[in-house]
């Protein structure tokens, strides 16, 4: 449904979108994920036709960003960061004013307005200025406005940004609950929000796509490996890994940097396989002395720490 | 750019206005300080006319216009609204266009109670209707025409104040510049003479139509559109 294709935005000599490659179904729930600055605002500006994108195309179904523009803002809801809505407005007024523009036919604004007040659970705070609500109402507000034209495609910028966290499950809910017919992108750097609501994650780095998937694999990908970490005394370096390298299960051997005598190893294993028996063979085979030996799990979180580590 | 995209945005640009106190204000400060310049003089000159009245209002649109237009495009490029806009399906043009509409509205309202000036005079002697007609014409191109200037001004800048200079200068410029021509150059006199806004009004406030008065304004609203549409458009 939305196809993106080596899409680029340069701002002077600063990339922050750097040859992204996207194809997005229908009816998928996408998370994009990535730490502060990654790229994430920028490209789901560019794909709701807020920015004008340096190179690359995106599309809508068959149609291009830069010349149907237009049409395609209508069919898409878009709630940008910290949803910054007119702090004048009463929100019965701003919410009839968006129909109004949606193009929403003036005897059906009322009934549209009332049924979404009843989805983002609005209705308390219906006759009330937007400044004076809260950070999780306001969010709300911006929420039905994203949503007023019941639109194909929900693109949701750090929804649950600065929320508590009952907030952030009733925003959550919602947008579980959208996701079931509509296409829904929204961003996060929070990982258990995309673990918990998305059918597929990519998580950006520095302006690129370091990773793409479903939850599920990922958190396969994720959880098909293991680390074993080893510290040992009276063993060399080389020695090590000529040793635990043609172990059957280890897929890598990292060394750390030897002190005192010491030699710290992190192998990197298959789940399916648990290479400790043997590891641990080969040490008391040489007369090693054992210092540490424990296993870790690799979560999505470490994933996501080692695709988006500095450098 | 259709109507039915313009609508929304002028409906609630124009409503915007009344919900705040500064509309109030504004409005207070244009009539109290248009009717204190008129009718303080007004009693001298023994003469049942708005001709000193229509004399002064370029002077006082120049600053309470730009007053009124610094915020349209400048808050919401502050609060952040304006990706929020620009993201329901309006094009710039429609944006544009239904702030200025708003604003012309808005000044409309403002002038309205002027209204009542001429009324008073004519009861007080014999009152020439046609420039009187004539001036409240002309006045309305006026406001459209520093409201497209104002709109332009408040589209270059985030900080509403920087906007209101930007906009107040353009106009003030504008309007004297016909009275200053004697510090100008001969060979530019006739371009001075033309870009004067004022020079402008006071012939249609003669109640003299003139197409070329009229295709002035319209120029200098077309133009100031034209340039706000585009520094929105970098806007990014």
Known sequence: ?311 | MTAKRIYPIFKREFGAYFVSPVAYIVISIFLILAGWFFFSTFFLYNQAELRNFFALLPLLFAFIIPAITMGLVADELNVGTYETLLTLPVSIRDVVVGKFLAALAFSAVMLAPTLVYAVSISFLGELDWGPVIGGFIGALFLAGAFAAIGIFASSLTKNQIIAFIIGTAICFILTLIGKMLFFLPDSMLGFFQYISADRHFQNIAKGVLDSRDFLYFISVIFLSLYLAALSMREKF
């Open chain 1, 1 to 311: 449904m939305i196809h993106i294709e080596h899409l680029t935005k340069r701002y002077g000599e600063t990339v922050a979108v750097n040859d992204v490659s996207l194809d997005i179904e229908k009816g998928e729930v996408l998370g994009l994920l990535g730490p502060n600055g990654a790229g994430k605002t920028t490209t789901l500006r560019i794909l709701t036709g807020y920015l004008p994108p340096t190179g690359g195309t995106v599309r809508v179904g068959d149609r291009d960003i830069r010349t149907d523009t237009l049409s395609i803002k209508e069919q898409i809801g878009y709630l940008p960061e910290s949803a910054p809505l007119y702090q004048n407005m009463l929100v019965y007024d701003y919410l009839m004013d968006v129909a109004a523009i949606r193009g929403i036919a003036p005897e059906n604004r009322m009934a549209r307005v009332r049924e979404l007040a009843k989805t983002c659970a609005l209705e308390k705070v219906m006759h009330k200025a937007i400044h004076e609500l809260s950070k999780g109402y306001r969010q709300r507000v911006g929420l039905a406005h994203a949503m007023m034209s019941d639109p194909e495609i929900l693109v949701l910028d750090e929804p649950t940004s600065g929320l508590d966290p009952n907030q952030i499950i009733e925003i959550r809910e919602i947008i579980k609950a959208v996701g079931k017919e509509k296409t829904v992108i929204f961003s996060t750097h929070i990982l258990s929000e995309a673990e918990a609501t998305c059918d597929r994650i990519v998580i950006i780095h520095k302006g690129k796509i370091v990773a793409d998937g479903a939850t599920e694999e990922l958190k396969q990908q994720a959880s098909g490996r293991y680390t074993l970490s080893i510290k040992l005394t009276g063993a060399d370096t080389a020695a090590c890994t000529a040793l635990f390298s043609p172990v059957i299960g280890v897929n890598e051997v990292k060394t750390g940097a030897p002190e005192d005598g010491q030699v710290s190893l992190m192998l990197s294993c298959d789940a399916d396989t648990d290479v400790r028996p043997d590891v641990y063979r080969i040490i008391r085979d040489n007369d090693w002395g054992l210092l540490e030996f424990h296993r870790e799990s690799r979560s999505l979180e470490t994933v996501f720490r080692e695709l988006t580590k500095e450098n």
